[in-house]
Nanobody, 129 residues
Framework: QRLLVESGGGLVQPGGSLRLSCAAS????????IGWFRKAPGKEREGVSC????????NYGDSAKGRFTISRDNAKNMVYLQMNSLKPEDTGVYYC??????????????????????WGQGTQVTVSS
């Protein structure tokens, strides 16, 4: 059974930082593009960031550029999202997802949630004073 488990969410003050982790079990992440997505109350699911199979290429949504950094450690079957300078509008449930295959992360599939095959259960991030 292929599982993705997110962790690292929580309550943080504006301007603070969080590091989200995504752990895979039951399959090897090497063959997958990994994306982070956010679902805020009353909003559509949004692509935050994605990373290529090897980790050599990354892409970010407009809201994440300059503040978030995605990385992966295929040896540990883990993907991370470092989030700095957090804002209240970053509040939401963050999901990691896996897309099987070699995809150009800067192409239309990279930040499109409908392109992804497997999803975690999500971790809540709340940015509030």
């Amino acid at each position: 059974q292929r599982l993705l488990v997110e962790s690292g969410g929580g309550l943080v003050q504006p301007g603070g930082s969080l590091r989200l982790s995504c752990a895979a079990s039951g399959f090897t992440l090497d063959y997958y593009v990994i994306g982070w997505f956010r679902k805020a109350p009353g909003k559509e699911r949004e692509g935050v960031s994605c990373i290529s199979n090897s980790g050599s290429s990354t892409n970010y949504g407009d809201s994440a550029k300059g503040r978030f950094t995605i990385s992966r450690d295929n040896a540990k079957n883990m993907v991370y999202l470092q989030m700095n300078s957090l804002k209240p509008e970053d509040t939401g449930v963050y999901y990691c997802a896996a897309l099987l295959g070699i995809v150009e992360v800067h192409g239309p599939e990279g930040l499109d949630p409908d392109s992804y095959d497997y999803w975690g259960q999500g971790t809540q991030v709340t940015v509030s004073s």
